[in-house]
């Protein structure tokens, strides 16, 4: 069979949407390897689609587009067909100039063995030549690129990554369409109550990368604030419903609109991550989860502070 069935959300485009995203990226350290290599990303994804994930996000910049492209070509052709899954990827920051757009992406595609994306995304606002001093294009150009490159039909839907609230205004004020997603990280530390309100007043939906933030002690920083995921109060609501913290904390990012992108490259642990559609957290259960949002972000970007594009509170 192919698992848990997965609910979808309405874009502005009018395509659907599935409501949770394999993540794949590995993380700034590869153990120590430069590039990523083998086949662990490839196996990942196609344990995912196995156990009913339709949606795989990745990103030019994780290095591993091939794999990803491995697996879902592995995967479709008999029942399953490539629209019935959702493959999103990411404009890096070297190729912001307005016609280099359209390139990045069919670099992407290449890598992928693809011949569109569902959904292409600008990676982050801040422009980056590949020698690391800025490019300083306007983001507005770079979106127009990104609107060609759906004109073009490589990418079915378009949005971007990284924007604050004023960053998504200046497109829309400059005439050009509304992103139709908006990918940004959202955990129990950082819920960002007044960005979701925003996005749902201009219909732009949610992804919300790093779901799990500081709730692994092994990730963790030390200045993290609770909870980790042997907190009490949240072994608790996990033991009434038979679920794992994880799960609980993923349904909750559902509940409040988000499409949380989970990464894992252990089958458990993706199979238990979309396992979280057959129950329901009561009221009283999402405002306790509620009360650990300290607006703490876990990847700030600091590095990128000084670039006029940075898009969150400065230190
Ligand atoms: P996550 O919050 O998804 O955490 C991933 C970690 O959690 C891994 O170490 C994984 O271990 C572990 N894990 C996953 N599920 C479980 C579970 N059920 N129980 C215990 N441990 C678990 O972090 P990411 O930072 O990777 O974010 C997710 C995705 O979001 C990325 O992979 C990427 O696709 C996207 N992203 C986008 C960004 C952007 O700028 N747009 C920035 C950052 C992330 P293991 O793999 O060993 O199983």
């Not at 590039?35 to 196995?50: L, M, N, R």
């Not at 890598?111 to 030549?129: A, E």
Request: hydrophobic share 35%.
């Amino acid at each position: 069979g192919y698992g848990v069935t997965v609910p979808t959300l309405k874009l502005l485009d009018g395509r659907d949407i599935p409501t949770i995203a394999l993540g794949t990226w590995l993380g700034n350290n590869t153990q120590g390897r430069v590039e990523p290599v083998g086949t662990e990303v490839e196996q990942a994804v196609k344990w995912a689609i196995d156990a009913g994930y339709r949606h795989i996000d990745t990103a030019f910049a994780y290095k591993i587009e091939d794999q990803v492209g491995r697996a879902v070509n592995a995967k479709i052709g008999g029942e399953l067909k490539r629209e019935d899954l959702f493959i999103t990827t990411k404009l890096w920051n070297d190729a912001h100039a307005l016609d280099a757009v359209v390139p990045a992406l069919r670099e992407s595609l290449r890598r992928l063995n693809l011949d569109y994306v569902d959904l292409y995304l600008i990676h982050w606002p801040v422009g980056q030549f590949s020698n690391l001093t800025y490019d300083y294009t306007d983001y507005v150009d770079t979106w127009k690129g990104m609107i060609e490159a759906k004109k073009q039909g490589l990418a079915k839907s378009i949005g971007v990554s990284n924007f604050n609230r004023q960053q998504i205004d200046r497109l829309i004020e400059n005439g050009l369409e509304t992103p139709a997603v908006l990918q940004v990280e959202i955990n129990l530390n950082l819920q960002q109550p007044e960005l979701l309100s925003y996005c749902k007043e201009k219909n732009i939906i949610v992804m919300g990368y790093t779901p799990f933030g500081s709730i692994f002690p092994s990730k963790a920083k030390s200045d993290a604030p609770p909870p980790r995921v042997d907190e009490p109060a949240l072994v608790e609501i996990a033991r009434k419903y038979e679920k794992t913290v994880p799960q609980v904390v993923l349904r909750y990012l559902v509940d409040i609109g988000v499409v949380p992108i989970p990464k894992s490259l252990t089958k458990s642990r993706i199979e238990q991550n979309v396992d979280i559609f057959d129950f329901s957290l009561t009221q009283q259960d999402r405002d306790l989860l509620k009360t650990y949002d300290k607006g703490y972000r876990t990847i700030p970007q600091l590095k990128w502070q000084s670039h006029p594009c940075y898009p969150f509170e400065k230190n």
